[in-house]
């Protein structure tokens, strides 16, 4: 029950109109997301392709689109040892995440709904991928399942490439500011 008042929570902040993107070492939060993943399922193989610093245009709900996507990965798993595999190629304008694993691939009558709230998804609240595909577009990036079968399914995320700086704009208000201090 926990679970799904936080991603309502995170839904919601999702339509505030308040939202100010800065950079943010994507990396870092992978990697963090990656930890979290290997504690919490101690069976699962994971192999990363991550640099060490990546960053994108995004804020601090940016861990819940790794953290869903992860989870799904292991917890949507038959196989006897889940395996998960992460790569990160970053780029002049965009940043590439993949995220695969060797699940039992997701049947077709679900694929055209994953991303949408769906009632019904059996033990699952059904937030998970719709609270992925709402952040993404929230960051102006795309998200979208590049391939499933019985080897497993990929998933694919890209997002604004960002500079180490902080890319947010500061308030209109502060050149004001600056101008009155001088």
């Known amino acids: 029950m926990s679970t799904v008042i936080d991603d309502v929570r995170v839904l919601l902040r999702t339509t505030e109109g308040s ?15 990656v930890r979290k993943l290997e504690t919490e399922w101690e069976t699962v193989d994971v192999e990363t392709s991550i640099p060490d610093r990546v960053f994108v245009r995004a804020d601090d709900l940016l861990a819940r689109i790794f953290g ?23 780029g002049p ?3 590439r995440f993949e995220i695969a694993d060797n699940g039992p691939g997701i049947p ?12 019904s998804r059996g033990s699952t609240h059904g937030l998970g991928l719709y609270l992925v595909d709402r952040l993404v577009a929230r960051y102006d990036g795309t998200v979208e399942l590049t391939e499933t ?8 995320v890209e997002l ?7 890319d ?9 500011t600056a101008l009155l201090v001088e």
């Not at 947010?168 to 004001?176: G, L, N, S, V």
């Open 19 to 33: 939202y100010r993107p800065e950079s943010v070492d994507a990396a870092r939060v992978l990697a963090d997301e």
């Open 68 to 90: 869903n996507l992860l989870s799904n990965a292991v917890e949507h798993n038959d196989a006897a040892t889940p395996r998960v595999l992460i790569a990160v190629e970053p």
């Open 93 to 95: 304008e965009t940043v």
């Open 108 to 119: 077709e009558p679900e694929r055209d709904a994953l991303f949408d709230r769906v009632e």
């Open 149 to 156: 079968g019985p080897e497993g399914s990929r998933f694919a």
């Open 160 to 166: 604004p490439a960002a500079s180490s700086e902080r």
């Open 168 to 176: 947010e704009k500061p308030p209109e208000d502060a050149a004001m």
